[in-house]
């Protein structure tokens, strides 16, 4: 299993990005894609989740409304995007799979393989 996220750049605050992170390798098991973050001198967080049984999603609190995750089967890709960015959403933001998953977990280490991450920064 492969995944690789992009998209990362650098933004001002209110501003938009999208996130994408491409999956290979999945098998015919149910599993769960997570976009996690990593800000600096801060532990791995959590932000946004997809099923890929029912396509139910899952964000963290301070995403929600602001984040929105997605999928695209056709192209093994799942989506982040980012509205309305704030200064503190700086982080380094990576893909993982769940396999196996019977729900949206956004605890690490329930997470089986994961992506290189990607930077995003939020200045001005």
């Known amino acids: 299993v492969q995944l690789q996220a992009f998209g990362g750049g650098l933004v001002q605050p209110g501003g938009s990005l999208r996130l994408s992170c491409a999956v290979s390798g999945l098998g015919p098991d149910n599993f769960a894609i997570g976009w996690f973050r990593q800000a600096p001198g801060k532990g791995r967080e959590g932000v946004s989740c997809i099923r890929s049984s029912d396509g139910s999603t899952y964000h963290v609190g301070s995403v929600k409304g602001r984040f929105t995750i997605s999928r695209d089967n056709a192209k093994n890709t799942v989506y982040l995007q980012m509205n309305s960015l704030k200064p503190e959403d700086t982080a380094v933001y990576y893909c993982?799979?769940?396999?196996?998953?019977?729900?949206?977990?956004?605890?690490?280490?329930?997470?089986?393989?994961w992506g290189q991450g990607t930077l995003v920064t939020v200045s001005s």
């Open positions: 993982a799979a769940d396999i196996g998953a019977d729900g949206c977990y956004m605890f690490d280490l329930e997470y089986d393989y």
